[in-house]
């Protein structure tokens, strides 16, 4: 258990705001089909625009995959948010662990990643391997992204065997739709938060099962962070594969484009976003 010691304070080492933007996860989008519109971006963002990027996951660790997005996004003074909808109570390595103190570690340990990326940490308590995907689960997160109001929502595939999984990833991408719904908003709420109805890119762990454009995001720069984040959860649960196995994962994914370090996601629309021009 040579695990660093986790903190709740998820703002300490927020990043500091880089001077202009990169070239993270960022790609032009336009759509003619308006069912497309509420997940497209049609703009192109300018200089010193500040975007909100949230990641939804099931259980701590699963936002591994974009450790170094999240990372990038910070550096350049982007608003990050780390959500987890459950605690990962069950576990196997904690055996006859109390639930309790399983949930705190699980929290702790979100929290110390969320203070590494430089993001802020929410955990729902939906049941770890008893997510259902409901509407109630969706409207939760709903109002979530109401108040945080991302641009951009990443998220697990939608085919992964891990039920937890699969539903995050539903209600994440449905809570896009009801965030967008003043009377859904307002269900049960005397002070209801206003609708979210800017477009949202939703990108997802890619799945070799899904036809949605794949896209790199270059983090290089991000690599060391990454690292450590691999490295902490490799050391507490004394995972098989090492810190240089998950470096090369990154590796070979870089190598699909021409970087060193790449993380790779699915964006939920059909076309990738257009060139500025052919070379
Ligand atoms: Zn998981």
Redesign the pocket.
Known sequence: MAAPPPSRNAAASRPPTAAHRTSAADPAQSSENPAEQALGAPHQPHAGERHRILAV???P??ELGCIGSLRKHAERGDEVMLVWTTH?ELASQFEGAADAYVRSVRQEHGAHIAELVGAEHHFFDFGDSRMTGSRAEALELAQLYARFRPDAVIAWSDDHP?P??RMSAKIAFDAITLARIPKILAEGRSAPVPPHRKPVRFYQYPSAGSSYPVVHVDVSAQIEVVKQAFAFYQAFYQWPFSVAQFEGSLAARGREVGVPYAEAFQLRQRFPPALERLV
Do not use: L, M, R
Request: glycine content about 12%; aromatic content about 12%; charged content about 35%.
């Open positions: 996951f099931a259980h660790d699963d990962g891990h937890d999984h």
